[in-house]
């Protein structure tokens, strides 16, 4: 099993990224993947996740209208697509793999990839 992030960098505020999760060693819609991002100092929190259940999308509060999450199954990778980037935003973010279908906290993701670093600066 294996997650691998990508997508990371500088960018100023205002701007957009995409993240994508490349995901090996399993059938991608079998499981639930989240995205976590953690600052310096501070929790890992959780971002977002596509349910394995029926594909629906969750979002923490501050994700709310500026991420959207997505799935492609063909290319076995989720995306994080980021857009109105704030400096609060700067932090590595992670995604992870949950057999539950609604996996709303980090002890239900068992498998993680290394994080890829998102700096919001100007």
């Known amino acids: 099993v294996q997650l691998v992030e990508s997508g990371g960098g500088l960018v100023q505020p205002g701007g957009s990224l995409k993240l994508s999760c490349a995901v090996s060693?399993?059938?991608?819609?079998?499981?639930?993947i989240g995205w976590f991002r953690q600052a310096p100092g501070k929790e890992r929190d959780g971002v977002s996740y596509?349910?394995?259940?029926?594909?629906?999308?969750h979002y923490a509060d501050f994700a709310k209208g500026r991420f959207t999450i997505s799935r492609d199954n063909a290319e076995n990778t989720v995306y994080l697509q980021m857009n109105s980037l704030k400096p609060e935003d700067t932090a590595v973010y992670y995604c992870?793999?949950?057999?539950?279908?609604?996996?709303?906290?980090?002890?239900?993701?068992?498998?993680w990839g290394q994080g890829t670093q998102v700096t919001v600066s100007s």
């Open positions: 992870a793999r949950s057999p539950d279908p609604f996996p709303k906290v980090r002890s239900q993701y068992h498998y």
């Open positions: 060693g399993f059938t991608l819609d079998d499981y639930s």
């Open positions: 596509i349910s394995s259940s029926d594909g629906s999308t």
